[in-house]
C-alpha cells in the first residue's frame, strides 16, 4: 500500500491498526529482500517456514497415532479378555495380524502397560480358549447391529465386563450403560468374571431404572452373558437379550470404550 500508493506509513499504520514504525521497517525489509520480509506473520523466512511446515506436520502425525493407537487398545483388550488373560505381547500381535492389523510387537506392548495389562500364567497343557457361548446357551440374535443410539431411556442397555488391578491382585467391574444418556445405570465388582456379576449388575439397574417391557440387553457373545441363567433373569424383567459376533469389539463398542476409560482411571 506505502509503494503501491504512494502513502506515508502513518495513513497506513492507522487503517490497518500498527505502529508507523513498523509500517516503515516492512517497507525497508520488502526493499532489501522481499523473500525475507515479514517474518513471523504473513512471508516467513525460508527456514521459518519450514520448520513451521515441520512442527505442524508432526503435530498431525501424532494426533493421527494418538486416533491408530485408541483404536487398538480396544483390540488389544478384547483379545486380552477373550482369551482369558493368557495371551502375552507375541500372541496378541499375531491375533492381530491375523485380523488384518499390522502393528509391532513393541507397540503392543507399551499399549498393554499403558492399560495395565499381563498375561496369567498357565499349565502346559492348558488349552488356550476365545470368547464363546456358554455351553446350555441357545443361539441369540444382534438387536443393535452397531446402532448404538436410542431414543427414549432404557430402550436399549448395553453391557461388558473388565478387570481391574488392585494392590493384591484384580478383581472383576461389570457395568451396565443405557445408550440413550451414556450414562451407567447399573454395576457391581466381584472376584470372580462369571455370570452372577452379570446378573448383580443387572438386579441393580433394574432396581434403580425399571425398565419398560421390551428393553434390549446388548452385550458379547461371553459365557457370562449366554447363559440360560442370565436369559432367564432378563425375561423375569421383560428384556430381550442381545449379543455382538465372536471376537468383534465393534459390536459392544459403547459398552468396551467405556470400561477401557473406567479401566486407565483405576491404575
Known amino acids: 500500500m506505502v509503494l503501491v500508493d504512494d502513502r506515508t506509513p502513518k495513513d497506513v499504520g492507522a487503517e ?4 508507523p514504525g513498523l509500517v516503515s521497517r516492512w517497507v525497508k525489509q ?4 522481499p523473500s525475507d520480509a515479514f517474518p513471523g506473520k504473513g512471508h516467513r523466512k525460508s527456514k521459518d517456514q519450514e520448520i513451521y511446515e515441520l512442527k505442524r506436520e508432526l503435530e498431525q502425525t501424532r494426533q493421527e497415532r494418538t486416533r491408530e493407537n485408541q483404536a487398538l487398545a ?9 482369551t482369558d488373560q493368557t495371551y502375552g505381547t507375541p500372541r496378541i500381535t499375531d ?3 491375523e485380523s488384518g492389523i499390522l502393528c509391532g510387537r513393541n507397540r503392543v506392548a507399551r499399549i498393554k502397560r499403558s492399560l495395565g495389562l499381563f498375561a496369567i500364567a498357565t499349565p502346559k497343557a492348558y488349552r488356550l480358549r476365545s470368547t464363546r457361548a456358554s455351553s446350555d446357551s441357545r443361539p441369540v440374535p444382534d438387536l443393535v447391529k452397531r446402532n448404538f443410539t436410542a431414543e427414549r ?3 436399549t442397555w448395553v453391557s461388558d465386563i473388565t478387570f481391574i488391578p488392585v494392590q493384591n491382585g484384580h478383581v472383576y467391574l461389570c457395568t451396565i450403560l443405557d445408550l440413550f444418556s451414556r450414562r451407567v ?6 472376584a470372580s468374571n462369571n455370570t452372577d456379576l452379570a446378573i448383580a449388575a443387572l438386579e441393580i439397574a433394574c432396581r ?3 425398565p419398560v417391557e421390551g428393553t434390549t440387553f446388548h452385550s458379547d457373545r461371553g459365557a457370562q452373558y449366554t447363559s440360560d441363567k442370565l436369559r432367564k433373569k432378563l425375561t423375569e424383567n421383560g428384556m430381550n437379550p442381545s449379543v455382538g459376533r465372536t471376537g468383534d469389539c465393534y459390536d459392544n463398542a459403547v459398552a468396551e470404550a467405556f470400561l477401557l476409560i473406567a479401566q486407565n482411571g483405576a491404575r
Do not use: T
Open 30 to 33: 520488502l526493499g532489501d529482500d
Open 208 to 210: 434403580s431404572r425399571q
Open 153 to 155: 431411556p432404557n430402550k
Open 95 to 97: 491375533e492381530l495380524r
Open 74 to 82: 480396544l483390540h488389544i483388550r478384547a483379545i486380552h479378555r477373550e
Open 16 to 19: 490497518i491498526g500498527v505502529h
Open 185 to 190: 445405570v447399573g454395576w457391581a465388582i466381584g
